[in-house]
């Protein structure tokens, strides 16, 4: 087996063989690696006590991510359509915000770049590559995608509506105090989160927040419905059998294993 | 190209050529510039800065849906029928507390009145004119209403009774003040809102409570049920085979398979 | 029209001529009075204002749901059958507790009394009588209800185990004092009410709650599911036609109001 | 009728006569006995006065569950086969926290071990055994499972990218101490729970906060869509027309208004 750049392209491109599968699994095991790292050192406790770990951790996967990154650039066939695919993209947001802050000294600018280096978590959009059997559940979703979005204008125009309401209602004195909190009040109510950060106070108030909550229970259904009835119509296309005609009695419904059709008894291959 | 009323008319009324779509699209960004301005302004920190500007703008838009208000009167066949109609009542809402509140002097009432200016977001309703595609939606909705409409009666009854039972149980030195107060708290719980203002404090109450709570997860259902079966009825109706219609009799739901014709017995092919 | 028992029996227990129709429109307004009396007099400022007049209104209710009540233990053909069946033991429960208010002086009782008396909202369980609509729903509702009830059995399983675990991880010092209290949290937390007035604080907590909540999200669909699948199933019963065979060549999916068979050509009537 | 080993299996594992139906339903009633006992000993007013007899009543279902163990380990035709079946393990799990109770001095050990001993509520488990009917619904979950786990797998992926940004935005001044906080709020968030316990405050937090509300009320629809789907598919198979056999080739799926094999041709009728 000679090792040529071809013999590495395919490792690293694709996913058929012994060497390319193993490539694949470890990049896996990295991504969450580096993530699990992300959010270790996010916590102050851990932070405290392995923070040099992290750290070092850190550098060793910007390192090796690095590394598959100018690979992958040197490897592809047209390197400029690499650098500028999605995956391309996220795969230099993955590496670069760990270099910016090598070069930044000032700790509150430090901060945001810390900050930006959590972006990362994008890599795991990097998984999207191996799921393929989400395709029938994308499927259904982007064919009813038109048919969602115009539910969630519909939605939009009653947080607005309801939203203003509220303000007038409530006012300032009992939380509202804008219409934009009185908007962010409504999608917590409509989508029944309900957190209760802000709740209304006067009997007018809760009232109109029960409508609102009615409303909310009734139409919660819509999305449901669509996307049940795109699923099911999508799953019957799958599940349908290919039909014949009858080339003697014209009758239509003859399944393409038959070998005699089965309302005049012609003989049909 | 003559500038007539009847090209002024065919210009607001419809919209199938290139000055007819412009006035259209104008009139769009018109109706979201005057909801922004009316949200930001109700935000206090904005106003402070930027309230001169808001006011500004408001009357440049409220003089801009004025002419567009008598445009539209001057140039329906019979502008009586448009006054009254459903936009025509929006299109005057959206105006009128503009010039209200320019001849009320009183600062009492002034406040009144400023909150009525907010109606104004009720000019979203007119976006309602330009999606021709929530049609497949509204008639699943419609369909289904009645039985939504009977489904939300018996949701009230488990409100009422709920209602009623907790303010005997809780009482109000649990914060259940009164029925109504105790019906709002069994709306927030039954749709699983759950804002967390009001709670049960009794071991009884908040057995009670896990009761409605299993209840509303059980009967969240039914909405979803309901439009999910109606949608899937509605797509069937649309997916349905097309059926021939008999060259003897007339009768018009004959299978394309059939031989013979099931009324009056002619040979089909 | 002679005015006799059998007559009168005819309007209390009918509704199908004008004079038993108005018998129930008048009924059921007397029912709605009575219960929104009952719901404004739980209102402190209200009652402190209008009490007088709520107290005098429920006599009269009382007094006319009496008459109500022996008028229909008289028409009974069986009134012993009237007494103790559900709607006979309603009525009577609608008017008892004003009578019992009467002879009880105690004060610390005549709380109890007059919460008793708020059980008249079960007279909203009469309108039952009165949605003929409903059964579509109730009938779809029954089919499906044993699955729905193996469907709560299972959710309890979860609640009674996720209940236990939060008591033992989170303990009496975050307000998790007893499993029964963990349990209550467990509904309120798997049915996605989310009140938060008992809320994990240890990371371990958060983390089985995660958990819970995830499950919740999951399984909520399974109601949803078994609902849907029961009404598109009762649907199609109701949409599908009554099929015949046909006597001369056996085929049978003809339709009832075919006259000649579809297959063969033969006369079928 | 004699009482031998083979008669004790028959009984003990069976439950086919009067002696065998017997004996499970002593064993349910046990079952519920014992949770009910360990759920009222966690309730500290309960355990204050009752205290005795629940440590009492625990010893006698410890000592008949143990028997009950022994016997099912006695009887079985390969005792190992049990002992490490799922049954056998939760059956062990039931008995063995009382035993160790009981070897323990030291107090702080002793309190982990009595929280050892709730898990005797696995018990409920056993309960598995008698619930045949639940079988439906297990079919149609597990033939979600794949499309289910697919879906919980972008769901955390969302949590993970929503989580990191909200402790970006927010950050600890606001409750959003580390990412795996931020993760537990984004899933309290999109699963509709919202506790309130952690709520964003800055506009901005707001804002990305609304668009992951209506993202869960969006996608809340898939879950319930596959299980939809997959329930009218099972249903469908069970309801689905039975076919004839082609009594000359052995052909399975003829219809039964075929007049011809469609596989060989020969005339069915």
Redesign the interface.
């Known amino acids: 087996m000679k090792f040529s750049k071809k013999r590495l392209a395919h490792i690293v491109f694709e996913s058929d063989d012994w060497a390319s599968k193993t490539f694949d699994i470890v990049l896996l095991f990295m991504i969450f690696g580096s993530?699990l790292v992300?959010?270790l050192d996010?916590?102050?406790s851990l932070r405290a006590s392995y923070g040099e770990i992290f750290l070092w951790l850190e550098w060793v996967f910007t390192a090796l991510f690095t590394v598959e990154y100018f690979l992958r650039v040197w490897l592809s066939r047209k390197p400029s359509g690499y650098i500028f695919s999605f995956y391309g993209v996220v795969d230099l947001l993955a590496i670069l915000p760990s270099y910016v802050s090598f070069f930044v000294v000032n700790s509150q600018l430090l901060a945001v770049v810390r900050?930006l280096r959590?972006l990362r978590?994008?890599r795991?959009?990097k998984?999207g590559r191996y799921?393929s059997?989400?395709e029938?559940?994308q499927r259904?979703?982007r064919a009813s995608s038109?048919?969602?979005m115009?539910?969630?204008?519909?939605?939009v125009?009653i947080v607005?509506?309801m939203g203003?309401l509220m303000?007038?209602i409530e006012g300032?004195e009992h939380g509202f105090?804008?219409?934009?909190?009185g908007?962010?009040w409504a999608?917590?109510?409509?989508?029944?989160?309900?957190?209760?950060?802000i709740?209304p106070s006067t009997?007018l108030g809760?009232?109109v927040?029960?409508i609102i909550?009615?409303l909310?229970?009734?139409i919660?259904?819509?999305?449901?419905?669509?996307?049940?009835?795109?699923?099911?119509?999508q799953?019957k296309k799958a599940d349908a059998p290919k039909l014949m005609t009858c080339t003697n009695?014209?009758?239509?419904?003859?399944?393409q294993v038959?070998?005699?059709?089965?309302?005049?008894?012609?003989?049909l291959r």
């Not at 999608?187 to 950060?197: A, E, H, P, R, S």
């Not at 009695?249 to 399944?255: A, F, M, Q, V």
């Not at 038959?258 to 003989?267: H, V």
Request: hydrophobic residues 50%; charged residues 10%.
């Open positions: 993530i992300s959010i996010s916590v102050g900050a959590l978590v994008i795991i959009l998984l799921v059997e989400a029938y559940l259904s979703l038109h048919k969602i115009i539910f969630i204008g519909f939605v125009t607005l509506i203003t303000f007038i300032p105090t804008s219409i934009p909190v908007m962010y999608i917590v109510t409509l989508t029944t989160v309900g957190f209760g950060d709740t009997p809760q009232f927040s029960s909550m009615l909310g229970y009734a919660i259904a819509v999305p449901t419905g669509i996307v049940s009835t795109e699923m099911a119509s799953r009695c014209g009758k239509d419904n003859l399944k038959d070998n005699f059709c089965a309302n005049c008894g012609i003989k």
